[in-house]
């Protein structure tokens, strides 16, 4: 059941600013607090250029093993970050807190060498574009983080 008033009090309007870094955890998990934030704009319609199925969230949905469309249903209950983190604890495939520090610890320092090669030609172009150029981009997470003026 979506409950579009508590949705537009946690949502974040992403046609005026940006998500959570994709280095923010929630549930124990990188990119799913950026997910969430993804997955509020979309479902009021404040997503801007921001799309909620892209190649990062089915990252952490594939290896949480976790259904998008539930997930997405049980945010626009109007869930909060901490019932939504208990959500994804609760419905993320079982495994030893080791394996998700590891998974965690490989996406913040995979390199864009490491991106398979459809998305090294994406951010070939992309970069230049969006990146300022005296930033140089060591990490897939910086291209995010330097984008929306994080770091």
Known sequence: MENEEKLQLLAKD????????????????VIA???LDKCRAVIL?????????????????SSTEIDPIAFREFVATGADD????E??????KERPQIEVIRWNNQLRE????????????FLEGYIPQFIPKNRPVYR???VYDLEEQRI
């Open 87 to 92: 959500w994804i604890a609760k419905n993320a």
């Open 82 to 85: 901490a019932a939504v983190a």
């Open 110 to 121: 995979l390199k864009i060498s490491e991106l398979p090669d459809a998305a090294q030609e």
């Open 140 to 142: 897939w997470f910086d």
């Open 45 to 61: 319609g404040m997503n801007g250029d921001y799309h909620f199925a892209c190649p990062l969230y089915n990252r952490v949905l």
């Open 33 to 35: 607090a950026r997910m």
């Open 14 to 29: 992403l046609t005026k600013g940006f998500p959570r870094s994709p280095r923010e955890t929630l549930g124990g998990y």
